[in-house]
Protein backbone atom coordinates (compact mmCIF):
# COMPACT_ATOMS: atom_id res chain seq x y z
CA UNK A 1 0.00 0.00 0.00
CA UNK A 2 1.63 3.36 -1.49
CA UNK A 3 1.34 5.90 2.40
CA UNK A 4 -0.79 8.67 1.52
CA UNK A 5 1.63 11.39 1.86
CA UNK A 6 3.67 9.91 -0.81
CA UNK A 7 0.09 9.89 -3.24
CA UNK A 8 -0.28 13.63 -2.22
CA UNK A 9 2.84 14.61 -3.83
CA UNK A 10 2.69 12.15 -6.44
CA UNK A 11 -1.04 13.86 -7.29
CA UNK A 12 0.52 17.37 -6.77
CA UNK A 13 3.48 16.41 -9.60
CA UNK A 14 0.70 14.79 -11.94
CA UNK A 15 -1.77 17.96 -11.25
CA UNK A 16 1.03 19.90 -12.30
CA UNK A 17 2.85 18.35 -15.12
CA UNK A 18 0.36 16.06 -16.65
CA UNK A 19 2.84 13.80 -16.68
CA UNK A 20 2.31 10.14 -15.47
CA UNK A 21 3.55 9.29 -12.16
CA UNK A 22 4.20 5.52 -10.46
CA UNK A 23 5.41 4.23 -7.22
CA UNK A 24 7.16 1.39 -7.66
CA UNK A 25 8.71 -1.09 -5.49
CA UNK A 26 12.36 -2.21 -4.92
CA UNK A 27 11.66 -4.87 -8.32
CA UNK A 28 10.20 -2.34 -10.77
CA UNK A 29 6.67 -3.59 -10.56
CA UNK A 30 3.75 -0.67 -10.11
CA UNK A 31 2.36 -0.28 -6.86
CA UNK A 32 0.61 3.06 -7.53
CA UNK A 33 -0.06 5.60 -10.79
CA UNK A 34 -1.40 8.58 -10.79
CA UNK A 35 -2.29 9.44 -14.29
CA UNK A 36 -2.78 7.38 -17.46
CA UNK A 37 -1.06 4.50 -18.71
CA UNK A 38 0.92 5.29 -21.74
CA UNK A 39 -0.93 3.93 -25.65
CA UNK A 40 2.83 4.33 -26.85
CA UNK A 41 4.24 2.40 -23.72
CA UNK A 42 1.40 -0.41 -23.96
CA UNK A 43 2.16 -0.75 -28.23
CA UNK A 44 5.51 -1.23 -27.27
CA UNK A 45 5.67 -3.89 -24.27
CA UNK A 46 4.78 -6.86 -26.22
CA UNK A 47 7.27 -6.64 -28.44
CA UNK A 48 10.28 -6.65 -25.59
CA UNK A 49 11.99 -10.22 -25.70
CA UNK A 50 12.19 -12.47 -22.45
CA UNK A 51 14.32 -11.01 -19.83
CA UNK A 52 14.29 -7.59 -21.00
CA UNK A 53 11.34 -5.80 -19.73
CA UNK A 54 10.20 -2.53 -18.20
CA UNK A 55 10.27 -3.42 -14.28
CA UNK A 56 13.54 -4.30 -14.90
CA UNK A 57 14.80 -1.30 -16.42
CA UNK A 58 13.04 0.57 -13.54
CA UNK A 59 14.21 -1.19 -11.11
CA UNK A 60 17.69 -0.38 -12.59
CA UNK A 61 17.15 3.06 -12.75
CA UNK A 62 15.55 3.12 -9.42
CA UNK A 63 19.07 1.81 -7.86
CA UNK A 64 21.03 3.99 -10.24
CA UNK A 65 18.73 7.47 -8.93
CA UNK A 66 19.95 5.70 -5.06
CA UNK A 67 23.82 5.63 -6.65
CA UNK A 68 23.43 9.44 -7.43
CA UNK A 69 21.23 10.33 -4.15
CA UNK A 70 19.32 12.69 -6.71
CA UNK A 71 16.88 12.10 -9.86
CA UNK A 72 17.98 10.49 -13.01
CA UNK A 73 16.94 11.15 -16.29
CA UNK A 74 17.49 7.91 -18.61
CA UNK A 75 16.12 6.62 -22.37
CA UNK A 76 14.11 3.25 -21.70
CA UNK A 77 13.94 0.29 -24.56
CA UNK A 78 10.86 2.33 -26.21
CA UNK A 79 13.61 5.38 -26.64
CA UNK A 80 11.70 7.85 -24.72
CA UNK A 81 12.38 9.51 -21.45
CA UNK A 82 11.52 8.72 -18.00
CA UNK A 83 12.89 10.26 -14.18
CA UNK A 84 13.37 7.73 -11.27
CA UNK A 85 13.24 8.91 -8.01
CA UNK A 86 14.51 6.75 -4.83
CA UNK A 87 12.13 6.46 -2.32
CA UNK A 88 14.73 5.65 1.04
CA UNK A 89 12.69 4.93 4.29
CA UNK A 90 15.03 4.18 7.78
CA UNK A 91 18.06 3.95 5.60
CA UNK A 92 16.49 1.50 3.53
CA UNK A 93 15.93 1.47 -0.10
CA UNK A 94 12.05 1.01 -0.33
CA UNK A 95 11.81 1.28 -4.42
CA UNK A 96 11.34 4.76 -6.84
CA UNK A 97 9.20 7.47 -7.58
CA UNK A 98 9.03 7.34 -11.69
CA UNK A 99 7.88 9.93 -14.14
CA UNK A 100 7.44 9.99 -17.78
CA UNK A 101 7.56 8.97 -20.49
CA UNK A 102 7.78 12.17 -22.38
CA UNK A 103 10.33 13.29 -25.08
CA UNK A 104 13.20 15.93 -25.03
CA UNK A 105 13.50 18.38 -27.45
CA UNK A 106 10.35 17.47 -30.34
CA UNK A 107 7.87 14.83 -30.71
CA UNK A 108 9.98 13.53 -33.90
CA UNK A 109 7.99 10.55 -35.20
CA UNK A 110 11.39 8.96 -36.33
CA UNK A 111 12.27 8.46 -32.72
CA UNK A 112 10.24 4.80 -33.47
CA UNK A 113 12.84 3.69 -36.11
CA UNK A 114 15.64 2.37 -33.43
CA UNK A 115 13.45 0.15 -30.93
CA UNK A 116 10.92 -1.30 -34.38
CA UNK A 117 14.78 -1.96 -35.68
CA UNK A 118 15.73 -3.66 -32.75
CA UNK A 119 13.11 -5.54 -31.69
CA UNK A 120 11.89 -6.61 -35.15
CA UNK A 121 8.87 -4.74 -34.52
CA UNK A 122 5.96 -5.58 -37.52
CA UNK A 123 5.17 -2.56 -39.56
CA UNK A 124 1.56 -2.29 -38.83
CA UNK A 125 2.35 -1.86 -35.19
CA UNK A 126 5.12 0.33 -36.09
CA UNK A 127 2.77 2.80 -37.86
CA UNK A 128 0.42 2.22 -34.35
CA UNK A 129 3.32 3.51 -32.57
CA UNK A 130 3.65 6.22 -34.70
CA UNK A 131 -0.11 7.32 -34.43
CA UNK A 132 0.66 7.08 -30.77
CA UNK A 133 3.90 9.85 -30.71
CA UNK A 134 1.50 12.59 -30.84
CA UNK A 135 -0.23 11.96 -27.16
CA UNK A 136 3.64 12.06 -25.30
CA UNK A 137 5.08 14.61 -23.61
CA UNK A 138 7.31 17.34 -24.84
CA UNK A 139 9.71 19.18 -22.80
CA UNK A 140 12.57 21.33 -23.64
CA UNK A 141 16.30 20.18 -22.25
CA UNK A 142 15.77 23.48 -19.85
CA UNK A 143 12.16 22.39 -18.12
CA UNK A 144 13.79 19.01 -18.30
CA UNK A 145 16.53 19.74 -15.99
CA UNK A 146 14.24 21.52 -13.93
CA UNK A 147 11.47 18.75 -13.61
CA UNK A 148 14.63 16.89 -12.22
CA UNK A 149 15.37 19.26 -9.46
CA UNK A 150 11.92 19.20 -8.64
CA UNK A 151 11.07 15.46 -8.36
CA UNK A 152 14.01 15.66 -5.87
CA UNK A 153 12.68 18.56 -4.22
CA UNK A 154 9.25 16.72 -3.87
CA UNK A 155 10.58 13.40 -3.04
CA UNK A 156 13.77 13.64 -1.11
CA UNK A 157 12.51 13.18 2.90
CA UNK A 158 9.10 11.65 1.92
CA UNK A 159 9.08 9.74 4.48
CA UNK A 160 6.62 10.56 7.32
CA UNK A 161 8.81 8.95 10.23
CA UNK A 162 11.89 11.50 9.45
CA UNK A 163 10.73 13.28 12.45
CA UNK A 164 10.83 10.35 15.02
CA UNK A 165 14.43 9.72 13.06
CA UNK A 166 15.34 12.86 13.99
CA UNK A 167 14.48 12.56 17.26
CA UNK A 168 15.92 9.35 17.69
CA UNK A 169 18.95 10.88 16.84
CA UNK A 170 18.61 14.15 19.10
CA UNK A 171 18.48 11.99 22.09
CA UNK A 172 21.13 9.87 21.40
CA UNK A 173 23.71 12.64 20.92
CA UNK A 174 22.22 14.12 23.92
CA UNK A 175 23.23 10.81 25.73
CA UNK A 176 26.84 10.18 24.06
CA UNK A 177 27.51 14.08 25.58
CA UNK A 178 26.23 13.63 28.83
CA UNK A 179 28.67 10.01 29.17
CA UNK A 180 31.22 12.33 28.20
CA UNK A 181 30.43 15.21 30.84
CA UNK A 182 30.22 12.05 33.51
CA UNK A 183 33.59 11.19 32.26
CA UNK A 184 34.97 14.94 32.94
CA UNK A 185 33.25 14.87 36.42
CA UNK A 186 35.61 11.91 37.62
CA UNK A 187 38.40 14.73 37.14
CA UNK A 188 37.98 14.98 40.87
CA UNK A 189 41.35 17.08 42.31
CA UNK A 190 41.93 18.53 38.60
CA UNK A 191 41.06 20.79 35.46
CA UNK A 192 41.11 18.15 32.72
CA UNK A 193 42.89 20.04 29.71
CA UNK A 194 41.52 20.51 26.60
CA UNK A 195 41.03 17.77 24.17
CA UNK A 196 43.09 18.80 21.50
CA UNK A 197 43.71 15.67 20.35
CA UNK A 198 39.71 15.24 19.87
CA UNK A 199 40.00 18.40 17.62
CA UNK A 200 42.37 16.88 15.28
CA UNK A 201 40.80 13.91 15.06
CA UNK A 202 37.15 15.91 14.17
CA UNK A 203 39.29 17.65 11.70
CA UNK A 204 40.68 14.41 10.14
CA UNK A 205 37.20 12.91 10.10
CA UNK A 206 35.65 15.85 7.79
CA UNK A 207 38.15 15.95 5.43
CA UNK A 208 37.64 12.25 5.21
CA UNK A 209 33.92 12.43 4.88
CA UNK A 210 33.67 10.46 8.01
CA UNK A 211 30.03 11.15 9.59
CA UNK A 212 30.25 8.31 12.38
CA UNK A 213 33.80 9.31 13.05
CA UNK A 214 32.92 13.17 13.35
CA UNK A 215 29.89 13.00 15.43
CA UNK A 216 32.23 11.27 17.81
CA UNK A 217 34.52 13.37 18.37
CA UNK A 218 31.90 16.45 17.84
CA UNK A 219 29.77 15.02 20.97
CA UNK A 220 32.94 14.66 22.75
CA UNK A 221 34.22 18.34 22.53
CA UNK A 222 30.95 19.49 23.05
CA UNK A 223 30.66 17.02 26.37
CA UNK A 224 33.73 19.49 27.09
CA UNK A 225 32.29 22.76 26.24
CA UNK A 226 29.69 21.98 28.63
CA UNK A 227 31.40 20.70 31.08
CA UNK A 228 33.68 23.77 31.41
CA UNK A 229 30.83 26.30 30.71
CA UNK A 230 28.49 24.60 33.16
CA UNK A 231 24.74 26.52 31.93
CA UNK A 232 26.39 29.64 30.58
CA UNK A 233 25.30 29.42 26.95
CA UNK A 234 26.82 32.23 25.85
CA UNK A 235 30.03 30.51 26.59
CA UNK A 236 28.54 27.41 24.95
CA UNK A 237 28.22 29.73 21.77
CA UNK A 238 31.44 31.13 21.87
CA UNK A 239 33.11 27.63 21.81
CA UNK A 240 31.15 26.56 19.37
CA UNK A 241 31.52 28.92 17.13
CA UNK A 242 35.23 28.25 17.04
CA UNK A 243 34.68 25.45 15.90
CA UNK A 244 32.46 26.07 13.33
CA UNK A 245 35.60 28.20 11.98
CA UNK A 246 37.45 24.76 12.10
CA UNK A 247 34.75 22.81 10.66
CA UNK A 248 34.95 25.42 7.82
CA UNK A 249 38.60 25.32 7.04
CA UNK A 250 38.52 21.32 7.32
CA UNK A 251 35.97 20.75 4.57
CA UNK A 252 37.50 23.47 2.40
CA UNK A 253 40.82 21.31 2.96
CA UNK A 254 38.55 18.70 2.09
CA UNK A 255 37.40 19.69 -1.07
CA UNK A 256 34.40 21.84 -0.57
CA UNK A 257 34.44 24.62 -2.52
CA UNK A 258 35.37 27.92 -0.36
CA UNK A 259 32.56 29.62 -1.31
CA UNK A 260 29.86 27.06 -0.24
CA UNK A 261 31.73 26.53 3.02
CA UNK A 262 31.82 29.78 4.22
CA UNK A 263 28.36 30.56 3.27
CA UNK A 264 27.62 27.27 5.62
CA UNK A 265 29.38 28.43 8.25
CA UNK A 266 28.17 32.08 7.72
CA UNK A 267 24.29 30.32 7.87
CA UNK A 268 25.17 28.28 11.26
CA UNK A 269 27.11 31.33 12.82
CA UNK A 270 23.87 33.18 12.62
CA UNK A 271 21.80 30.59 13.62
CA UNK A 272 24.13 29.61 16.41
CA UNK A 273 24.14 33.08 18.35
CA UNK A 274 19.85 33.43 17.99
CA UNK A 275 19.63 29.59 20.05
CA UNK A 276 18.04 29.45 23.43
CA UNK A 277 19.18 26.40 23.87
CA UNK A 278 21.78 23.80 24.82
CA UNK A 279 20.24 21.18 23.21
CA UNK A 280 19.68 23.59 19.95
CA UNK A 281 22.84 24.44 19.83
CA UNK A 282 24.39 21.16 20.08
CA UNK A 283 21.83 19.52 17.59
CA UNK A 284 22.53 22.51 14.93
CA UNK A 285 26.66 21.63 15.53
CA UNK A 286 25.81 17.88 14.70
CA UNK A 287 23.77 18.98 11.74
CA UNK A 288 26.86 21.51 10.49
CA UNK A 289 29.17 18.50 10.82
CA UNK A 290 27.45 16.52 8.71
CA UNK A 291 26.69 18.42 5.93
CA UNK A 292 30.53 19.16 5.40
CA UNK A 293 30.88 15.61 5.50
CA UNK A 294 28.47 14.67 3.42
CA UNK A 295 30.95 17.66 0.81
CA UNK A 296 33.84 16.81 1.61
CA UNK A 297 35.31 13.93 -0.46
CA UNK A 298 38.05 11.09 0.72
CA UNK A 299 41.02 11.23 0.02
CA UNK A 300 41.89 14.46 -1.38
CA UNK A 301 40.62 12.83 -4.77
CA UNK A 302 41.80 9.42 -4.02
CA UNK A 303 38.49 8.00 -5.45
CA UNK A 304 36.52 7.32 -2.29
CA UNK A 305 32.28 6.73 -2.23
CA UNK A 306 32.22 10.58 -2.07
CA UNK A 307 34.61 10.88 -5.02
CA UNK A 308 32.52 8.80 -7.16
CA UNK A 309 29.43 10.40 -6.17
CA UNK A 310 30.28 14.05 -6.71
CA UNK A 311 31.60 12.76 -10.44
CA UNK A 312 27.80 10.85 -11.10
CA UNK A 313 26.64 13.87 -10.33
CA UNK A 314 28.38 15.87 -12.81
CA UNK A 315 28.52 13.15 -16.16
CA UNK A 316 24.20 13.56 -15.16
CA UNK A 317 24.80 17.60 -15.54
CA UNK A 318 26.84 17.38 -18.66
CA UNK A 319 24.34 14.52 -20.10
CA UNK A 320 21.15 17.08 -19.51
CA UNK A 321 23.26 20.55 -20.08
CA UNK A 322 25.82 19.48 -22.66
CA UNK A 323 24.05 21.85 -25.61
CA UNK A 324 23.86 24.97 -23.47
CA UNK A 325 27.19 27.25 -22.41
CA UNK A 326 28.83 24.77 -19.64
CA UNK A 327 32.38 25.16 -18.73
CA UNK A 328 34.66 23.65 -15.96
CA UNK A 329 33.57 26.38 -13.36
CA UNK A 330 29.64 26.25 -13.65
CA UNK A 331 29.94 22.44 -13.28
CA UNK A 332 32.46 22.12 -10.03
CA UNK A 333 29.73 24.67 -8.81
CA UNK A 334 26.83 22.67 -9.17
CA UNK A 335 28.32 19.88 -7.65
CA UNK A 336 29.85 22.16 -5.03
CA UNK A 337 33.62 21.80 -5.69
CA UNK A 338 36.32 23.60 -6.44
CA UNK A 339 37.43 24.39 -9.95
CA UNK A 340 41.06 23.25 -9.73
CA UNK A 341 39.69 20.26 -7.53
CA UNK A 342 37.25 19.25 -9.36
CA UNK A 343 39.57 19.17 -12.78
CA UNK A 344 41.88 17.08 -10.84
CA UNK A 345 39.21 14.67 -9.92
CA UNK A 346 37.65 14.61 -13.21
CA UNK A 347 41.17 13.94 -14.87
CA UNK A 348 42.01 11.14 -12.28
CA UNK A 349 38.73 9.05 -12.55
CA UNK A 350 37.75 9.67 -16.02
CA UNK A 351 40.97 9.23 -17.90
CA UNK A 352 40.28 12.80 -19.62
CA UNK A 353 39.98 16.50 -19.17
CA UNK A 354 36.84 18.16 -18.95
CA UNK A 355 37.02 19.69 -22.18
CA UNK A 356 38.25 16.31 -23.81
CA UNK A 357 34.76 14.63 -21.73
CA UNK A 358 31.90 17.82 -22.79
CA UNK A 359 33.56 17.78 -26.55
CA UNK A 360 33.27 13.72 -27.02
CA UNK A 361 29.87 14.24 -25.58
CA UNK A 362 28.73 16.93 -28.33
CA UNK A 363 30.43 15.19 -30.95
CA UNK A 364 28.52 11.66 -30.39
CA UNK A 365 25.12 13.76 -30.16
CA UNK A 366 25.92 15.70 -33.75
CA UNK A 367 26.96 12.48 -35.37
CA UNK A 368 23.34 11.42 -34.84
CA UNK A 369 22.10 14.49 -36.24
CA UNK A 370 24.08 14.60 -39.14
CA UNK A 371 23.13 10.87 -40.06
CA UNK A 372 19.81 12.01 -39.61
CA UNK A 373 19.86 14.46 -42.48
CA UNK A 374 17.36 16.79 -41.21
CA UNK A 375 20.34 19.52 -39.93
CA UNK A 376 23.70 20.99 -41.88
CA UNK A 377 26.66 21.24 -40.10
CA UNK A 378 26.07 24.74 -38.60
CA UNK A 379 22.65 23.72 -37.46
CA UNK A 380 24.22 20.35 -35.68
CA UNK A 381 27.16 22.54 -34.51
CA UNK A 382 24.74 24.89 -32.39
CA UNK A 383 22.38 22.18 -31.29
CA UNK A 384 25.20 19.91 -29.93
CA UNK A 385 26.61 23.67 -27.97
CA UNK A 386 29.56 24.62 -30.29
CA UNK A 387 29.25 28.71 -30.73
CA UNK A 388 31.72 28.15 -33.65
CA UNK A 389 31.25 25.62 -37.10
CA UNK A 390 35.11 25.85 -37.57
CA UNK A 391 36.10 24.85 -33.92
CA UNK A 392 33.04 22.42 -34.24
CA UNK A 393 34.51 20.71 -37.28
CA UNK A 394 37.89 20.61 -35.91
CA UNK A 395 37.04 18.94 -32.68
CA UNK A 396 34.82 16.57 -34.74
CA UNK A 397 37.94 15.79 -37.88
CA UNK A 398 40.12 14.77 -34.28
CA UNK A 399 37.45 12.62 -32.54
CA UNK A 400 36.09 10.87 -35.89
CA UNK A 401 39.41 11.46 -38.29
CA UNK A 402 36.93 12.93 -41.34
CA UNK A 403 34.99 16.36 -41.62
CA UNK A 404 31.09 16.69 -40.33
CA UNK A 405 30.12 16.95 -43.82
CA UNK A 406 32.21 13.88 -45.05
CA UNK A 407 30.54 11.87 -42.18
CA UNK A 408 27.22 13.13 -42.97
CA UNK A 409 27.32 12.18 -46.63
CA UNK A 410 28.66 8.37 -45.44
CA UNK A 411 26.12 7.94 -42.84
CA UNK A 412 22.88 9.99 -44.09
CA UNK A 413 19.85 7.71 -43.82
Not at 36 to 59: I, M, N, S, V
Not at 151 to 164: I, N, P, Q
Not at 209 to 237: C, P, R
Request: proline letters at 3%; aromatic letters at 8%.
Amino acid sequence: MVPENLIKRMEALHGLTGITVRALDSNGESIGICGDDCEYCRLFRQYLPQGETCDALHALAGRRALDLGEAYLFSCHAGVCHIAMPLVSAGEFEGSILMGPFVIGECDPTIVDEPAHRYNIPLSSALEMYGACSALHVLSPEHTGALCRVVRYVFDGWDADSALESNRRHNMQQSRIGETIQMYKGFANSTPAYPYEKERQLVSCVKDGDISGANAMLNELLGYALFSNGSDIEGIKAHTVALCSLLSRAAIDGGVAAGDALDMNRDYMRRLWQASTIDDICYMMQDLVERFCSSAFPGHGAGGPSAYFALKRALNYIALNFAQDITLTSVAREVHLSESYFSTLFKKLCGTSFTEYLNAVRIEESKRLLAQGDLNVTEAAVRVGFASQSYFSKVFRRVTGMSPRHYAELHRK
